[in-house]
């Protein structure tokens, strides 16, 4: 239950701090420059976000195969979601 709470809690400090950030950066702008953002997130091409984000989590995965192939001669043998895993963090 402990364990739980430390994570809520954890949660909702770096939210916090997300929305702080956003409200720090958003109360100086003005209802033009609001409009202006807004009608560009409209207008992007979120396929190259989709195909940057892809490329990036094969460059993970890869990544986590080569690790896998270094550690096996010494002797150790992980599944390669928990190197996959440890190579995002």
């Known amino acids: ?3 739980k709470v430390s994570t809520i809690a954890r949660f909702v400090f ?3 701090i997300g929305i702080f950030f956003i409200w720090l950066f958003m109360r100086n702008l003005t209802h033009s420059q609001k409009t202006e953002i807004m009608i560009s997130f409209r207008h992007a091409n979120y396929a ?3 195909m ?3 490329l990036g989590i ?3 995965f890869l990544r986590s195969l ?3 192939m270094l ?4 002797g150790y043998s992980p599944r390669n979601s928990n ?3 440890a190579v995002m963090i």
């Open 83 to 85: 190197v996959f895993f």
């Open 71 to 74: 550690m096996e001669p010494m």
């Open 14 to 16: 770096f939210m916090g």
């Open 58 to 60: 094969l460059s993970h």
């Open 66 to 68: 080569r690790w896998k």
């Open 1 to 3: 239950m402990k364990n």
């Open 52 to 54: 940057a984000a892809l």
């Open 48 to 50: 190259w976000i989709v």
